[in-house]
């Protein structure tokens, strides 16, 4: 079956301009993550879905940074005024259940953002 | 706190030899998961393997073969006969087991990259 997909795959912002993230999961998965990855580090967390509800959002990194899951199924991830340290990838992930962490999350190709 | 780390940031090897990629992590929670993923240039983070913290044995996968070991709180990948496709950023990777709604969130190494030459 389908995976995770996002959109737009590569995106260049100029400095001060605001960006959306989309993340489609894979059809059923109840949790979503989004992780932000820098260039030659691993992917650190920004925020959790389980359905619809954002649960944890500890990991944001300012309250430039916006997430939604609105009916429980797509994501989008929102960046007002970017500045040039939020260049990096951002990766969106879903897992099939929420409890006890039994299943592995899945991960899309992410966003390439680089603001300019 | 919760924390990977993955010391070997490069490594290169001919193709056939043995490779093995260390996982050393650090948690207070007596029940955890350990996760390795591989990213593959095209960026997309494939997963490997899972093993729940109260399942010590080791685990064998066509050439891949993981070795956890909880008095060292070490979880090492080997790569048997080592092929260029292999060639990629291998991640480990650690969760807490947490119900209720809390966040089941990946904690990551900086990652090792492996190169394997023909």
């Known amino acids: 079956g389908a995976g995770v997909s996002q959109s737009p795959r590569y995106k260049v912002a100029k400095r001060g301009q605001d960006v959306a993230l989309r993340c489609d999961p894979i059809?059923?998965?109840?949790?979503l993550f989004w992780y932000q990855q820098a260039l030659g580090q691993g992917p650190e967390f920004l925020t959790y879905?389980?359905?619809?509800?954002?649960?944890?959002k500890s990991g944001l990194p300012s309250d430039r940074f916006f997430a939604e899951r609105p009916e429980g199924s797509v994501s989008t991830l929102k960046i007002q005024r970017t500045q040039q340290e939020d260049s990096a990838v951002y990766l969106c992930?879903?897992?099939?259940?929420?409890?006890?962490?039994?299943?592995?999350?899945?991960f899309g190709p992410g966003t390439r953002l680089t603001v300019t | 706190a919760q924390k990977v780390t993955q010391a070997q940031t490069e490594i290169s090897v001919v193709e056939k030899e043995d490779v093995t990629l260390d996982c050393v992590y650090e948690?207070?929670?007596?029940?955890?998961?350990l996760f390795w993923y591989k990213q593959p240039p095209s960026g997309e983070l494939v997963f490997l393997i899972r093993?729940?913290?109260?399942?010590?044995q080791n685990e064998i996968s066509g050439r891949y073969s993981w070795n956890f070991q909880k008095s060292t709180s070490s979880f090492n990948f080997t790569i048997t006969a080592s092929q260029v496709v292999d060639s990629a950023v291998y991640f480990c990777?650690?969760?807490?087991?947490?119900?209720?709604?809390?966040?089941?969130?990946?904690?990551f190494g900086t990652g090792t990259l492996l190169a394997v030459q023909p």
């Open positions: 992930a879903s897992s099939l259940e929420a409890a006890g962490g039994r299943y592995e999350q899945y």
């Open positions: 948690t207070r929670d007596t029940t955890y998961y």
């Open positions: 093993r729940n913290s109260f399942d010590e």
């Open positions: 990777a650690l969760s807490g087991v947490n119900y209720g709604g809390a966040t089941n969130k990946l904690i």
């Open positions: 059809s059923g998965h109840v949790s």
């Open positions: 879905f389980q359905n619809e509800a954002q649960l944890d």
